[in-house]
């Protein structure tokens, strides 16, 4: 996982791409895989009651489990779906790039992604930076800042900074208003001082949390505890690192789900995946000759009225 | 110059904010609803008062 590399990776592209991408889809596109799963990976407590994953890693980057969102055809199921409700083929491919964006740069933990779910659970990995999901979020974050990821997350900082032009409001102007559909039609109530705002708010939002966990992991606490054991922050920039924690491995994620290899279970995820995306294109297209009928009708009664 | 510091004073703030409790800096929502409240909502005040006092 990285922690603000998803944050400031849409301004690299945004600065490399200018007019052919729309910045918010782009920007969701790079924060849709974790969007609605991060949350139990690190648990949440309500009145008293905690609900987390029983196994973070697995649910979160594996199969059985939500892993799948980190796949490339899963994101480029939802592009084709974004496309087919708006046919505006710049939020689809923005979106594209973002998701894509975000899968490739997860596969530097030790985890990885499963980047051709359905076709194979396969975890893709470089191993860069451990992954330590499953000691919670401030074990995690301390983790994640002794080791490499830190130095990824600072790389994606310097490279936005230094691509900072994109976040000026000639630019704004002049590129983003011009390439995406959704700052025009906020524009036209929103004014120009709070766009630019919501626009530069993730550059501002990993910028300071970067900062932050990185004061917070070294300066102050310097160790968390986790479960009855304390964890000490301490730099290891090797690779594969920091070795304090028990990283949990790609080889281990999978290796239960992995275990039927008989050719009736691997044929039917495939099939299942075929029927699956046969059926949302179905659903689309019904929902898009709704719409059109229904503002037929709306045309209609309007003239009547007329 | 005015809005670059008003960014800078926000970033050292919400850095602050971060440091002294993670769960304020969970997600992006919160940044966002930050900056937007700290560049745009606070002057945005500041400047009724401001006319309302004259």
């Given at each position: 996982m990285s922690w603000a590399a998803h944050d400031l990776e849409p301004y690299v592209i945004q600065k490399h791409l200018g007019k052919k991408v729309a910045f918010m889809p782009l920007l969701f596109g790079s924060y849709a895989p974790d969007m609605f799963t991060k949350w139990f990976v690190?648990?949440?407590?309500?009145?008293?009651?905690?609900?987390?994953?029983?196994d973070p890693a697995r649910f979160h980057r594996g199969w059985p489990g939500v892993g799948f969102t980190h796949s490339l055809p899963f994101g480029l199921l939802i592009a084709l779906i974004i496309y087919g409700v708006w046919r505006k083929p710049i939020i689809a491919y923005s979106f594209l790039i973002g998701h894509w964006?975000?899968?490739?740069?997860?596969?530097?933990?030790t985890v990885g992604t499963?980047?051709?779910?359905?076709?194979?659970?396969?975890?893709?990995?470089?191993?860069?930076?451990?992954?330590?999901?499953?000691?919670?979020?401030q074990v995690d974050a301390g983790a994640y800042f002794s080791g490499l990821g830190f130095v990824w997350d600072g790389f994606w900082l310097v490279w936005a900074a230094l691509s900072w032009k994109v976040l000026t409001r000639d630019y704004f102007r002049r590129e983003v208003?011009?390439?995406?559909?959704?700052?025009?039609?906020?524009?036209?109530?929103?004014?120009?001082?709070?766009?630019?705002?919501?626009?530069?708010?993730a550059f501002f939002y990993g910028a300071t949390r970067w900062v932050a966990w990185i004061v917070w992991a070294h300066f102050l606490q310097g160790s968390a505890?986790?479960?009855g054991k304390r964890y000490r922050f301490k730099f290891d920039l090797s690779w594969g690192g920091p070795h304090w924690v028990h990283a949990i491995q790609s080889s281990t994620v999978n290796a239960a789900a992995a275990s039927c290899p008989c050719p009736c279970c691997r044929a039917a995820r495939r099939t299942l995946f075929a029927y699956g995306c046969v059926a949302v294109l179905v659903k689309v297209k019904q929902f898009r000759q709704r719409l059109s009928a229904c503002s037929a009708a709306g045309r209609q009664i309007l003239t009547a009225r007329e | 110059?005015?809005?670059?510091?008003?960014?800078l004073a926000a970033g050292i703030v919400f850095t602050g904010i971060g440091i002294w409790n993670q769960n304020f800096i969970y997600s992006y929502f919160e940044g966002l609803a930050f900056v937007c409240l700290f560049v745009v909502g606070i002057p945005y005040l500041v400047k009724r008062l401001r006319r309302r006092g004259v």
């Open positions: 690190y648990g949440i407590g309500f009145f008293g009651y905690e609900i987390r994953a029983s964006a975000h899968s490739l740069t997860d596969t530097g933990d499963m980047l051709f779910f359905p076709f194979t659970t396969h975890l893709f990995s470089i191993g860069a930076w451990a992954y330590a999901g499953e000691l919670g979020r208003m011009a390439g995406d559909p959704f700052y025009r039609w906020a524009a036209k109530s929103l004014s120009e001082t709070l766009l630019l705002a919501v626009y530069r708010a505890l986790y479960n | 110059m005015r809005t670059f510091l008003l960014y």
